[in-house]
């Protein structure tokens, strides 16, 4: 039987007791499922099929893309201006406000049952977190004719494998092979780091960055469809 997994960060993040439930055969047992949810105001439950049951709204196709790093290519070029973010140059409410944009395929933000601001203050979080821990983190910005045109997160997961968190290209630049540019400089930085993997997540209804990532040498490696369940008592 599949349990719930009560989620402490969540949970206290977000001011309201949030669960996990992980189908591993791609079912939920329903009647088990309304008995161990009363205390929870949120579960996400993820499956890797879709789930025949009404009461879950599908919010999510999370797909991870994955690419092993060849070190001697040299196509990891960029055609625009890129910096490593410093927090005495560099504008922390433009980047925030590029994370809010790139956001909107976000479970967070579909599912407007979320009423408190979390998808604002998750994104928020993430951004700070990002430029506040330059152990584990690299932000990298674009710029296009001076002006920030994009940036890109790059977290370092082990001495062997890294992965790109949020990844924005301003609504007045796309098109321009900004992207493209962002994503071979976050390879650049961990081939000089030793990387030999590198993985990112998006939304498979996301098609701009399907694309984008399957141009860049990216492989689908996983999708599992995320289901939020609210308890409307």
Avoid at 14 to 39: A, H, P, Q
């Amino acid at each position: 039987m599949n349990k719930i997994e009560r989620l402490e960060w969540d949970s206290t993040f977000f001011g309201y007791e949030v669960g996990r439930i992980i189908s591993e055969d791609n079912s939920i047992d329903f009647n088990n499922f309304v008995v161990d949810s009363n205390k929870y105001k949120l579960i996400y439950i993820f499956s890797k099929a879709p789930l025949e049951n009404s009461l879950f709204n599908l919010v999510d196709k999370k797909t991870i893309f994955n690419q092993k790093i060849e070190p001697n290519i040299s196509d990891y070029k960029s055609s625009v201006k890129i910096e490593q973010y410093k927090s005495e140059k560099h504008e922390f409410e433009q980047l925030k406000s590029l994370a809010f944009q790139s956001g909107i395929y976000s479970r967070f933000f579909k599912d407007k049952q979320f009423i408190d601001n979390e998808f604002q203050r998750l994104y928020t979080r993430w951004i700070e977190m990002s430029v506040n821990d330059s152990k584990n983190y690299t932000v990298l910005i674009a710029f296009y004719n001076e002006k920030v045109a994009g940036f890109i997160t790059l977290k370092y997961i082990s001495n062997k494998k890294s992965e790109i968190g949020l990844i924005a290209v301003s609504q007045d630049y796309r098109g321009l092979g900004i992207g493209k540019s962002l994503i071979n400089e976050a390879i650049q930085k961990s081939i000089e780091n030793g990387i030999e993997e590198i993985n990112i997540t998006t939304q498979l209804d996301n098609q701009i960055a399907v694309n984008l990532y399957k141009s860049t040498n990216f492989n689908i490696q996983e999708i599992t469809y995320i289901y939020h369940w609210w308890n409307s008592n």
